[in-house]
C-alpha cells in the first residue's frame, strides 16, 4: 500500500519561511518523479515543483528563487524549502509520485500517488 505523508504546513507571516516534508511508503523515491502541488480555496490545483529520478529540477515560475524542492531517496522523502512566502502562496499543498519517469512539472492526472495535503496559510 502507497502512503505519501506531508508534515510542515501552517500559519506564518509575510517574509517567512516553512519547510514541507513528505514521507513516502510502498514506493521507491528514487523511481518516482515526485512532485509539489497546491490548490488555493476556489482555484484550480497547480504543480508548483516537480524533481524527476535523475534529479532535474522543474518550477512553477511565480516561485522560482523562492521554493526548493530537493529528496533524501535514503530516507524516501521529499522536501519543499519556502522562503519569502507571499500572501498568494496561501494554499493547501500535496505531495504526489509518478511512476512513470518525466520532465518537466506535468498536470496533476498524471500522478499516480497523493497526500492528504497540509495546509499553508500566509498573511499579510
Known amino acids: 500500500q502507497v502512503q505519501l505523508v506531508e508534515s510542515g504546513g501552517g500559519s506564518v507571516q509575510a517574509g517567512g519561511s516553512l519547510r514541507l516534508a513528505c514521507v513516502a511508503s510502498?514506493?521507491?523515491?528514487?523511481?518516482?518523479?515526485m512532485a509539489w502541488f497546491r490548490q488555493a480555496p476556489d482555484a484550480e490545483r497547480e504543480a508548483v515543483a516537480a524533481i524527476d529520478t535523475d534529479g532535474s529540477i522543474t518550477y512553477l515560475t511565480a516561485v522560482k528563487g523562492r521554493f526548493t524542492i530537493s529528496k533524501d531517496n535514503a530516507k524516501n522523502t521529499l522536501y519543499l524549502q519556502m522562503n519569502s512566502l507571499k500572501p498568494g502562496d496561501t494554499a493547501m499543498y500535496y505531495c504526489?509520485?509518478?511512476?512513470?519517469?518525466?520532465?518537466?512539472?506535468?498536470?496533476?492526472?498524471?500522478?499516480?500517488?497523493w497526500g492528504q495535503g497540509t495546509q499553508v496559510t500566509v498573511s499579510s
Open positions: 504526489a509520485a509518478d511512476e512513470v519517469d518525466k520532465s518537466g512539472l506535468g498536470d496533476e492526472y498524471e500522478y499516480d500517488y
Open positions: 510502498g514506493i521507491d523515491t528514487s523511481r518516482n518523479s
